[in-house]
């Protein structure tokens, strides 16, 4: 009997090929076989085919495909002690920037606080205007009037006494009220000689006759020795300010010489430590060691300048030993 | 060679004793690339990169056949390139005449031992089961190359492909009843071919 084989028994003869059928089916195909010839063609048709696929020569591989340690993703074994270097030059490192920041941020902070008071002064000339409805009624006549004398004349010596003594605050302008005004009011008439204006005629001779100014703004404010002798040195030059205290860098020179000696040292040391380990390295891989790329020569000469210019600048900051605002 | 001992030192972190397996095995593997992939530098990067995932993750291997193991690996890497591939189509740049045919073979120049004339016929038909090995469909391929070419048994190709015993006998029956009808179309070759010894079940 020949019938055309069906693909289970493709299946059956393929398998029956690689010893994969069970002796059971494999005695019921090899009985089947000695009756089909259809069957026996395809078998022999299939052999072929895995004996042609089995004799294939083996090509040999184009290259050695031995992995490499950077293939592999193997990094030479560094010493114990390598990342206690690394970490302390990065601590250190940090700790430069911050103290590095500090001594060129703060005293420079401190001065500008410092001057801050002496333009707060030019704003305290309309506070005076706003204090001046709260002066007792006795003196309204030379409170009224002085406003426009102390607008007319602007009272220098009175900035930088406010600015160093008192600072510009409501009980500064209580005290700079007398001084500014009274001796202003006083002095008025040389000044407004030629300009006299109808309001100004009515207010200044009031305010020249009105003693109990000065008097009462002693007594209302109890002024220091400044408001005492104001009135005397208004024809003075005004005084120069005194310069302001230096304000001293917050940490120490040997401090920061000593960060940037450990962070330098012992980056050094980490370095120096990886690169021999490196060498046993490729020492034991027989591999030729990398060459230093251009950006690592770039970076190498950074650092250098970098390390050159902390030493100069706080040399240069500690010789100067502290910041004038 | 004492694989287990070379397989425990490289599980260790030993490069060495890894590149020993390596030259062992890199035959094989390339070999089982090549058929897959039908092109000499793909088969050269898939070997290279299962060889790197391999000895990545060597842990993962629980005893067994290494070879098989390797198979997976470089089957894997054959499989990624196939994908990269499909997502980046490439030209390649052999020389072609003006009916788009190869002009020369590098296969050609790959073996020294043989006569001009043995390398022209084992050019030509190793040109011819490549050609129907590519018209395979890849499951079907990864199955005879794996069992007919690297003699792995059905287990082990099971294993591998994460296929059912029973799914790859019939895999296999379908690529080698489809290499028959591809192979006819080569008939001037198939008699050098078939006087092979014929191998007894």
Partial sequence: MTQAPSFRDAEQLSAYLDNQLSPVDRQRLEARLKDDTELRSLLTDLSQVRAILRNLPARKAPRNFRLTPEMAGIRPPLPRIFPVFRLASALAA????????????LPALSAFRAAMPAPAMQVAGPADRSAAPLAPSSSNA??????????????????????????GG?????????????????????????????????????????????????????????????????????????????????????????????????????????ARAEQVWFKTYALSPARPTAWQVGLFILVFLLVAALVVAIALLSSAGSYAP | MDEPALIRAAQNGDLEAFNRLVLAYQDALYNTALRILGDDSQAADATQEAFISAFRGLNGFRGGSFKAWLMRTVTNACYDELRRQKRRPTIPLEPVNEDDEELESRRWLADSSMTPAEKFEADELEHAIQHCLASLPLEFRTVVVLADLQGLDYAEVASLARAPLGTIKSRLARARLRLRECLQGFGELLPAAFRLERESP
């Fill in chain 1, 170 to 274: 409501p009980t500064g302008s209580d005290t700079a009220l007398p001084q500014a005004t009274a001796p202003a009011a006083l002095l008025a008439p040389q000044a407004l000689d030629t300009t006299p204006t109808p309001e100004l005629r009515m207010l200044l001779p009031e305010a020249t006759q009105t003693p109990e100014i000065p008097a009462a703004a002693e007594t209302l404010t109890e002024p220091g020795p400044m408001a005492k002798s104001a009135p005397s040195d208004l024809n003075q030059p005004p005084p120069e300010a005194p310069q302001p205290e230096p304000i001293r860098a917050p940490v120490p020179a040997w401090l920061l010489f000593g960060l940037l000696g450990l962070a330098v040292v012992s980056g050094s040391t980490a370095y120096f430590l990886r």
């Fill in chain 1, 142 to 167: 030379g409170v009224e009037a002085a406003p426009t004398a102390s607008e007319a004349y602007p009272v220098p010596p009175a900035a930088p006494m406010a600015g160093h003594g008192i600072g």
């Fill in chain 1, 94 to 105: 940090v700790l430069l920037f911050f103290a590095f920041a500090a001594n060129l941020t």
